[in-house]
Structures are given as structure tokens and as C-alpha cells.
DNA sequence: CTGAAATGTCAAGCTTGCTTTCCATAGCGT
DNA sequence: ACGCTATGGAAAGCAAGCTTGACATTTCAG
């Protein structure tokens, strides 16, 4: 699954810690979500579309191969 | 999270257990998802959404309290 | 070039999602 | 009542998401 979770946050003029301070979470899971390492549970999905002003499938693309 | 679907599976007029066959899980996953025992992944969110033709924000009712 | 800020990444530990197995309960046709 | 089918739900175990803490690397202003 990819994201466009760099794009969207640097059009903002974030820094990762302010996007997790924001979401509540730390700024490693936002660094892991931004490369891949894996993916976002479907609540912290929820609060980053929240976030952004955007729909989850706006942001998260699915791939059918889920590895 | 609240979601609907018991609902969405009992309109299209199918057991739990197809349900769980056509996206590759286990019947008693569909029920915990039903009945609140816990959310399902992302990937399951979007298997859903796509086997129902309906967006994850359609089937998925986000409730601010992570609770 | 130098230093500070931002990001990358790892490890250990806890929580949650999902599996299989198993048993209990509910509903329904006969 | 009986038996069958669908659903509910618990337990144990593994995988994935997230945390804190620590350290390496990149980026960029001066």
C-alpha cells in the first residue's frame, strides 16, 4: 500500500513531528508510515484524512497484493 | 468504530462465512468486526469497501474517542 | 565548511488484528 | 422435541502497529 503522506505534508509546510504532534502520535510511526515500513492502523487512516481535509482512498492506494 | 457491515452483508443475503471466503479471512473475524470486538486492518477496510463498492468512509463510521 | 535541525532507522516492549480450535447458544424446518 | 445451520465468543499464538530511546545521516542556513 502507498501513500501521499510525504506530498501532502510537505504542501503544508510540516515537519514530521508536527504532523505527529498534531495526530498524536510519534514521529517515527509518521517517518515509518512515509516509507513504507508499514501501514497505518485504520483509526490513525481516519485522523490523517481528517487531518488533510481528504478521503482515506485520497490518500492511501491500495494494492491488491497485500505484501 | 462503528460500521455497517451486518447490514451490508444481510442485504446482499449472505452468511458470514461466505463473506469471510470472498476476502480471504476467517469467519470469526467477520463476526468480531460485526459485533465491535475489535477494527480491522486497513487492507481488510479496503478489501471490504471494494468487495461492497462502497468507500471505507461508507462502511466505517470513525468516532473521534480511539476508544 | 560548520553546526543545528530534520529525517532515517534500529531495538525492545506493549497492544491490537487475525488465525485456528473449540464449545455454547439461537433459530428454524420437520 | 430433534437435528442442522448460522452465529457468538473465548483462548492461545503469531504478526503488525505503535511507543520510547538512542544514534546515524541528510539538509540547509550562515
Redesign the interface.
Known amino acids: 500500500?502507498k501513500n501521499r503522506l510525504e506530498e501532502l505534508r510537505k504542501q503544508r509546510g510540516l515537519r514530521q513531528e508536527e504532523l505527529a504532534a498534531a495526530l498524536e502520535v510519534s514521529r517515527q510511526t509518521i517517518g515509518s508510515l512515509e516509507n513504507g515500513r508499514y501501514?497505518?492502523?485504520?483509526?490513525l487512516?481516519?485522523k490523517l484524512?481528517?487531518y488533510f481535509g481528504l478521503?482515506?482512498?485520497d490518500i492511501?492506494i491500495?494494492e491488491e497484493a497485500?505484501k
Chains 1, 2 share one sequence.
Open positions: 500500500m501501514n497505518p492502523s485504520i483509526q487512516a481516519f484524512a481528517k478521503t482515506i482512498e492511501f491500495y497485500p
